[in-house]
């Protein structure tokens, strides 16, 4: 009997030791910009939805998209929310779109008093060569018949705060703004030449991005971490008073009416493909400046079947249930 307890005791232990606890995904996630297209991260991780899922996540804030990238590149962060230019303009970093957080282009272009038309506009006030503000303000520059860098220069000033002070200051004629700093320039009188969220262009300025390699090897903790998001936007959606805290505390804004703002412009997708219509764009204008990027398949850059997986195990339809949302 003395034998047979020993014998259960081992099988036991070694079944524990063997089985043991599910293992938490440690995943370093990087933000770039305390913008309002980041919410849903920011929900997700206050909400505790990617512990819920089986995933340790760390937020980690460096801006400059190719800083950004880098931390991917090194290891030292295995997500990223990235705009796709940086995914197709970097293809030695085998980067990856695996979900995505926009619909369509939102950004608006305000200028200073007097100025009436678009065609008046000398300089425009962006954030860096390379980022969303640069590709929005190139793409609707050229859509009104314009050249940027010709007949307008982009100037990289920084954050949307000081390109509203280059504006007011007369060293920018207008500026690449979003939600909320759109009320701010509404307030301080400045004149909307072009909303392109009265377009309808299809376009997400926001992707989750991960190495090829890193998605490959980790696939279960990167379909855990879109379960995560995609309940995050239902709970962004669903708890209003919530998300406003979670939005103040992130963007340092104490200010409701900015808040608000920022709720109101956003509609996140529940469906969070990323499919090829919503970089179709940056693959154009990255192919300006090399050729290459034209003759390439673009099914290279992004993978749909995380959300797909996810979608077809009822997942998505049982969270929109539960949070009543759409």
Known sequence: MRNFHSVLAFTVMLFFSTVGPSRSAEINVVWTSEVGQFAPLWITKEAKLFEKYGNTVQLIFIQGASSAAAALSSGDAQVGMFSPQVVISTPALDLVMFGRLGNSMDNRIFARKGIKSIKEVKRVAISRFGSNADFAARFLLQRE?????????????????????????????AAMLTPPMTLQARKLGLTLLIDASKLNIPYSSLMFVARRPYLTKNRTDLVNFTKAMIEGVAYYKANKEFSLKVLSKYMKVQDREVLEENF??????????????????????????????????PERYADMSLVKEIESSGFIDKVTKEYRVK
């Open 145 to 173: 018949g314009l050249k940027p860098d010709i007949d307008v220069a982009l100037l990289q000033v920084g954050n949307q705060s000081n390109r509203i002070v280059a504006v007011e200051t007369n060293n920018a004629d």
């Open 264 to 297: 109101r412009e956003y509609d996140f997708p529940l469906k969070p493909y990323p499919a090829r219509e919503y970089y179709e764009l940056p693959i154009q204008e990255v192919g300006k400046k090399d050729p290459k990027v034209l003759k390439e398949n």
